[in-house]
């Protein structure tokens, strides 16, 4: 089976434009977050949202395509087309029929959902706009990605939640090695509105008022709504030299599976031990591994800190702990592939950034890995975990080792 | 790649003919129609009142619900009652242990809908925070999540949400996941309801038949809302083999493609859907003209079939006219993100019976209708190789290829 490698990536997101910026805002001390809109019932004083500051609609649409795109298939498709031109693809490189769209999100249509059903609650049916409807269907999106960029290889949208993202590479990984496509360009996208932020609020209730966000302890800490779309551009590795292309990482395995009844810590490491094992690797060997916690004490999240603690015991040299959500917020499945992204631009940079609001109670070798700085070798571990048990992970090595 | 061979050993449904396989297979059979006027919200505001509800003694059997550990959300409830009659018949589970690593793929549109309406409902009328537990019930996830617990299935999972061609990606999931040894064995399909929201979307664009779902017919109008779900229990065929299990059928590969041309309508010269159902094939490694028969995504509508039509003569040629066809959706209506698995449960079926169901309502007289399209009577026919195809929003087109067991020929 071919190999494949990670040859673009394009962000949109609280940070910026692009994965680099990302990575600045990262290690410096800047603040991505804009203030909770007060009209939205803040959950407490100092409540922040990461929202994204720009999407540069105008260099993908038309004006006239404008007023058939919603936020979301605005931003999954800016960030696409950053990947692709990222890749060096974007000027009639690509091969239509044999690239692939993979979509992943969790929560995309929520908001053009309201907008498209407020007659039929307002009393009013008949008064239902054609024109919005299919805007509920939540791979829309991927189907804007493909007519933009005419793309017509295997095409498909994930949904399970945050996890979809990282499931959407895994998949795209093996469409690619099985030869069904030479390209895919994997997308994940989120976003926030009044109606995002009630249903999120809802949804992870006094978690949003707590004071700051905790990682990699026990301590509950507050999660930061995101929004925000993140595109890979994934190509076969014969493709790829052939253009001459450069691989910020090469994809190595994935692994998938759902925690059964023991404990999910130990679990987790095992499947972590496992997955690379099947590439010939040791622990030792793993310069960085990405965590999917979002600053609060959720099933997984706890789940996620015990593996890492028991990670941290006996790994030498340290491997390095980055949790993205730690500066860019609870964005599912944008912030779950901005994980892959991330740590792909890193072995890249052979550095990564520090992990913010590092718990208290965190095990002092867990705290002491998530300082951040230079990666001792080259390979990286993406890891998702979702509270019913699911997990996903991901193994990336640096483009040139 | 891996030279694993997938079948399929259990199957289960739950349509608006009541639950299980043997109501759903009858009622095709018989050319049964389940089309009524929609009673579970006020359908009278709407253009067309027609759907296909699951039968409201199902939905108020609390004590079947509670044996299915009380799902949150409709169609997770009935992906729960299907999955239960796959894994019964494929004599699996239903509780598996930890090592067998089981995995799970499941599609779905609509779902959870009804609970986001409810969760709007609060939003805009100002009413109390909707609680946890709404917003969990309203996750697209939700299902995916209630059947892995549910089962403890402790393999790789994934959603697919591609519109109405959702399932059939998903059965095509979960034939990757055990070809390629990441499980033994899957359950695959989904479940989906009638949503009220979705029913509104398809009438305000004309899409719901006013009078019969009538494919592939010069007079056809539309097609009407069905809910439901189907379930395929998937193993390697050496596992099959080794349990002593009854083999339904083989799968033998799926294609997926994306049409790159509108955001709700087919294209129309078919290319784009014809491009699924040719990875389909040359996955399966079976020539054109060793198909029998397909289950078409027949909606009825004017423009789908039509490009349906030429997506198959596109693919098929000069053999067209030989292929078999039908459409499931003209009876238990068009089940949206469930309607691919009932179809392939369907297309199992008819590949073990030797029987394919007619199409009811259609006189089958479409402008340049090329296949031979069942209608009236169910039609006896030796068939052993067929497709399954959907087509939805988002330009988004799967084709899963299947073969009758003959044995390890």
């Known amino acids: ?61 038309t004006e006239r395509q404008l007023r058939q795109v919603d936020r979301v298939m605005a931003m999954s498709t800016c960030a696409a087309g950053q990947a692709l031109e990222n890749a060096g693809l974007a000027d009639g490189g690509i091969d239509r029929d044999g690239t692939a769209v993979f979509f992943a999100t969790s929560r995309a249509e929520r908001t053009s959902m309201l907008r498209f059903t407020q007659p039929i609650l307002d009393g009013k049916p008949r008064a239902l706009n054609p024109a919005n409807f299919p805007w509920m269907a939540r791979n829309i999106s991927c189907g804007q990605i493909a007519i933009r960029f005419g793309l017509r290889g295997p095409s498909t949208t994930l949904a399970s939640g945050s996890l979809a993202a990282l499931e959407a590479v895994g998949r795209a990984y093996d469409f690619l090695r099985l030869g069904r496509a030479r390209t895919a360009v994997v997308t994940a996208a989120e976003i926030l509105s009044k109606f995002a932020l009630y249903s999120f609020r809802a949804e992870h209730g006094e978690d949003c008022a707590r004071p700051a966000p905790a990682f990699f302890g026990r301590t509950p800490g507050r999660l930061i709504p995101s929004e925000g779309g993140v595109a890979l551009v994934l190509e076969r590795a014969d493709a790829a030299r052939a253009r001459g292309a450069a691989a910020y990482a090469r994809v190595r395995g994935w692994r998938c599976g759902r925690l059964g009844g023991g404990p999910w810590g130990e679990g987790l490491l095992g499947a972590w031990t496992r997955l690379l094992a099947e590439g010939g690797l040791s622990r030792s060997e793993v310069a960085l591994l990405s965590a999917c916690s979002g600053g609060g004490a959720r099933t997984h999240e706890l789940a996620e800190a015990h593996a890492l603690s028991l990670w941290a015991k006996d790994a030498d040299p340290p491997t390095l702990f980055c949790a993205p959500r730690s500066f860019s917020g609870e964005g599912e499945c944008w912030t779950g592939l901005l994980q892959a992204a991330l740590a792909a631009a890193c072995l890249r940079a052979r550095r990564a950034p520090p992990t913010r609001h590092t718990a208290h109670d965190a095990p002092q070798a867990v705290r002491e890995r998530a300082q951040g700085g230079a990666l001792s070798g080259a390979a990286a571990l993406v890891s998702g975990l979702e509270s019913d048990g699911r997990y996903g992970v991901l193994h990336l090595e640096r483009g040139d080792a | 790649m891996s030279a694993r061979r997938v079948v399929a050993t259990g199957l289960g449904a739950v349509t608006a003919f009541g639950r299980g396989i043997d109501a759903y297979w009858k009622a095709l059979l018989r050319g049964d129609s389940a089309a009524r006027p929609i009673e579970r919200f006020d359908s009278t505001p709407y253009r067309s009142r027609l759907g296909a509800e699951v039968p409201p003694s199902l939905y108020a059997d609390a004590e079947l619900r509670r044996a299915c550990g009380d799902p949150a959300e409709d169609s997770a409830f009935f992906m729960a009652l299907a999955a239960d009659e796959a894994l019964r018949a494929a004599r699996v589970g239903p509780k598996f242990s930890d090592e067998d690593r089981v995995g799970c793929a499941l599609g779905m549109l609509c779902a959870g809908a009804a609970e986001q309406m409810a969760i709007a409902r609060d939003y805009l009328g100002g009413g109390p925070r909707p609680s946890a537990g709404l917003v969990t019930a309203a996750r697209p996830g939700y299902q995916l999540s209630f059947l892995v617990e549910r089962h403890n299935l402790t393999g790789p999972s994934g959603l697919i949400s591609t519109a109405c061609a959702s399932s059939t990606d998903a059965i095509g999931h979960a034939f990757d996941m055990i070809r390629l040894g990441a499980c033994d064995a899957a359950l695959a399909g989904g479940g989906d309801v009638l949503a009220e929201s979705i029913h509104g979307g398809f009438n305000s664009m004309f899409a719901i038949t006013v009078s019969s779902a009538k494919p592939f017919d010069r007079e056809r109008d539309g097609f009407f809302i069905g809910e439901g779900a189907g379930a395929l229990y998937l193993e390697t065929l050496e596992s099959a083999l080794s349990r002593g299990a009854e083999i339904l059928a083989e799968v033998l590969g799926y294609g997926l493609s994306n049409t790159a041309h509108h955001l709700t309508a087919t294209s129309e010269d078919g290319a784009g859907e014809a491009l699924a159902m040719r990875r389909a094939l040359e996955e399966a490694g079976v020539p054109p003209e060793a198909v029998d028969y397909v289950n078409t995504h027949g909606t009825a509508t004017r423009y789908n079939d039509a490009t349906e039509i030429r997506a198959v003569e596109a693919v098929f040629g000069a053999r067209a006219p030989r292929i078999l066809a039908n459409s499931n959706k003209a009876a238990i209506g068009h089940c949206m993100g469930a309607s691919g698995a009932l179809e392939a449960v369907a297309t199992i079926l008819a590949l073990k019976t030797g029987l394919v169901p007619p199409t009811p309502g259609t006189r089958g007289d479409a402008e340049g209708l090329n296949m031979d399209l069942v209608k009236g009577e169910p039609r006896r026919a030796s068939i052993r190789t067929a497709i399954s195809q959907s087509f939805g929003f988002g330009g988004a087109c799967s084709c899963v290829a299947l073969r009758r067991w003959d044995g390890e020929s």
């Open chain 1, 1 to 61: 089976m071919s190999e494949v490698w990670i040859t673009g990536v394009g962000v949109v997101g609280p940070h910026g434009l692009g994965i680099d910026a990302v990575l600045e805002s990262a290690s410096s001390d800047a603040s991505a977050y804009a203030p909770w809109p007060a009209e939205q019932d803040p959950p407490g004083a100092g409540a922040v949202i990461g929202a994204a500051r720009v999407i540069p609609k105008e260099r993908f649409f």
